[in-house]
Nanobody, 126 residues
Framework: QVQLVESGGGSVQAGGSLRLSCAAS????????LGWFRQAPGKEREGVAV????????EYADIVRGRFSISEDYRENTVYLQMNSLKPDDTAMYYC???????????????????WGQGTQVTVSS
């Protein structure tokens, strides 16, 4: 069982930055996909960025590419999401998720992910 705890959300003005953190209780290096997803009120959950543990294999949603960056610190069992140039449309609950896999690459579809955190709210004002 993998437990995930997100932190770092908050309120920021458009153009600002936030860094989200996801602390995982445990996961196996090079055997997990780790990702960030978000869900705004009235909308479906969407993938933002994912990373295959221990690799540089990343995937980003088109709407955040160039503005958001996902990274991993395996020694700390933590995954980060650096969000720059935030827009009001980025307002959502952000969730960390993990998938146990040896596939070697990750998808931004939430259907693949087995473990989820409780979420952290990000609000961007104009």
């Amino acid at each position: 069982q993998v437990q995930l705890v997100e932190s770092g959300g908050g309120s920021v003005q458009a153009g600002g930055s936030l860094r989200l953190s996801c602390a995982a209780s445990t996961y196996t290096y090079n055997r997990f996909c780790l990702g960030w997803f978000r869900q705004a009120p009235g909308k479906e959950r969407e993938g933002v960025a994912v990373i295959y543990s221990g690799s540089r294999r990343l995937e980003y949603a088109d709407i955040v590419r160039g503005r958001f960056s996902i990274s991993e610190d395996y020694r700390e069992n933590t995954v980060y999401l650096q969000m720059n140039s935030l827009k009001p449309d980025d307002t959502a609950m952000y969730y960390c998720a993990a998938e146990r896999t040896s596939r070697g690459n990750c998808y931004t579809s939430s259907a693949y992910y087995d473990y989820w955190g409780q979420g952290t709210q990000v609000t961007v004002s104009s």
